[in-house]
């Protein structure tokens, strides 16, 4: 699996990991991203159960996984957090993020942990996480009815979830490289799982404001400089939710 660094400086770091090599072919693939902030760590997205052991062993090589303080469920799909009681297995102490709406759900996974719930309200919220300011970004209905990205304001990136997911082979770049090229992977994905035009133009009025220099899906590449403006633009002119 692939583990590449976003983003570093003295006190924090942005690891995305991706591309399992590992992983079969019917189960779709996944970025995680690890946000190290002075020797602690907040996982994003931690991912399906189907690719636990890959992450697990990935994320072992990078830091210590003890270190883990924080998890954000962004939503409630199983390739997002069915390997959420794993986690918390080795990490019992931590923090997992969550909007209201799906806390009661995510606890059919197993109630030992709903301790270690902190549900979102649907303005989001701001997180201070080892003196370091991130928020919690507001995307309902992109896709799910209860939804949350994940920014950091002073590397300005956003972890945008399903928004910008595209489908790509194993040996694609992490990093899409030409826009247009790139439109193929993602068109249908954003047409058929999100359901809202008026959500999704509200989202991307909002990261508009953020104005982030990454944006870090939770499949496929991240659209970094110019491309997360022309995604911007893309996705501004996509109808979505379009019923056969
Ligand atoms: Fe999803
Ligand atoms: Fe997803």
């Given at each position: 699996m692939?583990?590449?660094?976003?983003y570093e400086n003295e006190n924090c770091k942005w690891i995305m990991l991706a591309r399992d090599p590992q992983k079969k072919t019917n189960v779709i693939d996944t970025n995680e991203y690890a946000i190290i902030v002075n020797q602690e760590a907040i996982l994003l997205d931690p991912g399906g159960i189907e690719i636990f052991p890959m992450v697990l062993t990935s994320i072992s090589?990078?830091?210590?996984v003890k270190s883990i303080k924080a998890y954000l469920c962004s939503h409630q799909d199983p390739d997002v957090m069915s390997s959420l009681q794993l986690w918390l297995g080795l990490t019992p102490n931590a923090k997992v993020y969550m909007s209201w709406l799906w806390a009661g759900f995510i606890a059919h996974f197993g109630g030992e942990y709903v301790k270690n719930f902190v549900t979102l309200p649907d303005e989001g919220l701001a997180l201070d996480f080892n003196q370091r300011k991130f928020e919690f970004v507001p995307a309902h209905y992109c896709?799910?009815?209860?939804?949350f990205?994940?920014?950091d304001p002073e590397a300005k990136i956003l972890f945008s979830g399903d928004m910008g997911a595209a489908l790509v082979p194993l040996d694609y770049p992490t990093?899409?490289?030409?826009?247009k090229e790139h439109i193929k992977y993602m068109e249908k994905f954003h047409q058929r799982w999100m359901p809202s035009n008026t959500a999704k133009n509200k989202w991307v009025q909002r990261v508009r404001k953020l104005n982030p220099s990454l944006l870090c899906p939770q499949h496929g590449s991240v659209f970094a400089g110019e491309n997360v403006q022309l995604f911007l633009d893309w996705l501004e002119d996509l109808e979505?939710?379009?019923a056969k």
């Open positions: 692939l583990s590449k660094i976003l090589e990078i830091l210590d896709h799910s009815s209860g939804n990205h994940f920014f990093v899409v490289e030409d826009f979505v939710g379009k």
